[in-house]
């Protein structure tokens, strides 16, 4: 007998554009557990889906991490200016998978994200993002917007 004590699902696509360098892409998941306000049979779980931090904001490693009891609508698409210079556009819709402590649901978010490659072994990433909640009665409180950046050399 197998028993499992949560569930996770994830499905997507991608889109090269013939003769472009760009690229759109969607993708859908969903993950349960690790919410502790409740006592069902996923209690605890934590999907391998830990890992997804496609938007910065809700999923980012360092800013919410809201990657587990979490339902996800993404879509986005990249495009290569030149061979130095891509840019980037994501918008994502999240909820809930169980219900918890957003009751309104958690909102959408967008994110903007420049790279620069300078060298083959030095590089510069720029991304701007910004969460709005799903409540129609939030305040600019609720709101989030974050602004990172990263500089990679390679030796």
């Known amino acids: 007998r197998l028993t499992a004590s949560g569930m996770a699902y994830q499905g997507g696509a991608e889109w090269q ?3 472009k360098a760009a690229s759109v ?3 859908y998941d969903s993950t349960s557990g690790d919410d502790a306000g409740t006592t069902d049979k ?3 779980f934590l999907a391998p889906a830990e890992s997804i931090d496609l938007l910065l ?3 980012g490693r360092n800013m919410y991490d809201r990657s587990h009891n979490l339902t996800a609508a993404r ?3 990249n495009y290569n200016i030149n061979d130095q210079l891509v840019v980037a556009l994501a918008w994502g819709m999240f909820s809930e998978t169980e219900d918890g402590e957003a009751a309104d649901g958690l909102g959408t978010e967008i994110d903007a994200r420049v790279e620069w490659s300078y060298a ?3 590089r510069f990433m720029g991304m701007v993002a910004m969460y709005t909640p799903s409540d129609n009665d939030y305040t ?3 709101a989030a917007m974050a602004v990172t950046g ?3 050399v390679e030796f």
């Open 120 to 122: 083959s072994n030095a």
């Open 75 to 77: 879509i986005g698409g």
């Open 25 to 27: 892409w969607l993708q």
């Open 17 to 19: 554009i013939p003769d």
């Open 150 to 152: 990263k500089i990679t």
């Open 140 to 142: 600019d409180e609720d």
């Open 57 to 59: 904001i809700v999923e």
């Open 42 to 44: 996923y209690e605890g």
